[in-house]
């Protein structure tokens, strides 16, 4: 598959055979995660806040209240850094200097611009509700006018872009192998409960499929 | 338990009421996450980082290789945010609009100093690695000099912060109550799957309880 160019900025220098650039590598992570962290500058301030997002294409949409800060201040079209990591274990060495994690990150710089087009905003809307569940969109009472007006919705282009992946067992200093000290990964993996039903949810109805049997690992596009 | 006295910068506008101050709050989400989202800036553009930290008291640290650009650019004192974020659950409402997730997070802006003297160092070492898993350090090999060399600590105060929290169910609106719509939270704990041993594990070392019977909601201060 394709392959971003990493920039100067992009590149990943720390550990570089980590660094990945591939559109399927970033895709697969935008599509697995569902928090993105965002970060922008205001006052020469950094700041970094959590937050759900969708993807098209190459396009990762961004959404909130038309009152937010986060949203006004981005709409400004400031360069942002929104982050995405998922954590897929720990990893257990012998010593404590190679204890670490398994992850998988993709970082986008860019700027955002703000999405006016009804259309485009509906339809980020829709990938809003998909990207957090997959068939939820049909199942549900969709925005009306005064929800659509309320919130504002962001585009950011997915371009300037690195995914940096560690995966496998410890890598440990080949005299520590002696030690009987147990070593390994610990798989922390997200594994849904089963679903909570609303307190006023009306008698008889059941969750649905995509609710009762979900999984992240399947992603939000199949 | 006292509080932490919200500034400009760190008061929650939006949705006020998911706003704490309090440094019980603030301390147990710092205590059950481990990954944190590092914000900062370079000529304008911010970057965000996912990285482990650890925690004494007021202190939040910090580390990474003496040769991350990260760290090296933090350890100039230049403003930073650090958020960390759990993820409890998906809120699934009768509405596209009224949609949310479960989540506990911390932002914590200011200004990182560099860890120089070496009880200190030491310490954030230990600190890292039992924040990661509670016992570990008792059972590994510890920091040799050179290993200490090649890290670098920064240390935070852990002052101008804020947690953001939202629990419960969906909240539609009046009139959606009444539609034959499945509504609830499905909860997406971390749940640790059985541990990996290390491929060149020595025979007959079966894993320590702390790692059998992981759990992150226990935190890592007990």
């Known amino acids: 598959m ?3 160019t990493p920039t100067e900025r992009t590149q990943v220098r720390r550990l570089p055979k980590r660094g990945a650039y591939d559109r399927e590598t970033v895709f697969k992570i935008l599509d ?4 993105c962290h965002v970060g922008f ?7 970094v806040i959590p937050t759900n997002y969708g993807r098209a294409g190459e396009i990762l949409y961004l959404h909130g209240s038309a009152a937010s800060r986060m949203l006004r201040t981005l709409s400004e079209g400031i360069p942002v850094c929104v982050t995405v990591t ?5 990893v257990l060495a012998r010593s404590a200097f190679h204890h670490s ?12 611009r703000l999405v006016t087009e009804p259309a485009e905003k509906m339809e980020a809307l829709r990938l809003f509700t998909e990207h957090i569940m997959k068939g939820r969109w049909e199942q549900i009472r969709w925005p009306n006018e005064q929800e659509i007006k309320g919130t504002t919705v962001l585009a950011l282009p997915i371009e300037e872009v690195s995914a940096k992946v560690r995966t496998g067992g410890p890598i440990d200093d080949e005299a520590d192998y002696e030690l009987p000290i ?9 594994t849904p409960a089963a679903p909570v039903p609303d307190a006023r949810l009306k008698a008889g109805i059941a969750a649905p499929e995509n609710v009762a049997r979900y999984s992240r690992a399947d992603g939000s596009k199949q």
């Open 2 to 4: 394709s392959t971003f």
């Open 32 to 35: 697995e995660a569902f928090v």
């Open 41 to 47: 500058v205001v006052d020469g301030q950094p700041y």
């Open 86 to 90: 998922l954590v897929d274990g720990l």
């Open 101 to 112: 994690a398994n992850y998988r990150s993709v970082v986008i710089l860019g700027t955002a």
């Open 182 to 190: 147990w070593a390994g990964v610990l798989p922390l993996p997200v």
